[in-house]
């Protein structure tokens, strides 16, 4: 298995961020298998969806919906209603796997693997791209 770690930088505000570009450069070449996707923190996932047709804020207000930022929350440290960032992984999963054919993620023509960050605490994330030929 092969694997490298990106560093993302998503700033002090929710963010989702695009991975394709860097999923697509990390399978080129490596012929047929499986790319695993995971982002090992407590309070993001990774999703699969069509970006740039306002799935991003659709996506923000359904999760803000079933997880709203406020005081309710037990786990209390952090900025206000971060307890429901660490809920996230439960909803939006911090890891996923797509076929690669030949070298290319077989994903569908307007699906993208983005990064789901809620929280606002912390500005960088690592996400681990593992290859496994097939």
Do not use: K, Y
């Not at 699969?48 to 929350?73: F, K, M, Y």
């Not at 076929?99 to 077989?106: E, I, L, R």
């Not at 912390?122 to 791209?129: D, I, S, T």
């Amino acid at each position: 298995m092969e694997s490298r770690t990106l560093e993302v930088r998503t700033g002090h505000a929710p963010a989702i961020v695009d991975l394709t570009p860097e999923v697509v450069a990390f399978c080129h070449g490596r012929g047929d298998g499986l790319c695993h996707v995971f982002v090992p923190h407590a309070t993001a996932g990774l999703a699969i969806i069509e970006v740039g047709a306002g799935s991003e804020r659709d996506l923000w207000t359904a999760v803000d919906g079933l997880l709203p930022r406020d005081d309710r929350w037990v786990h209390r440290h952090g900025s206000l209603g971060h307890g429901a960032d660490h809920l996230l992984p439960a909803f939006v999963a911090p890891s996923l796997s797509v076929p690669v054919d030949d070298g290319v993620p077989a994903l569908g023509t307007w699906q993208s693997i983005v990064l789901v960050d809620p929280n606002r605490d912390n500005p960088v994330r690592r996400v681990r791209l593992s290859f496994l030929a097939g």
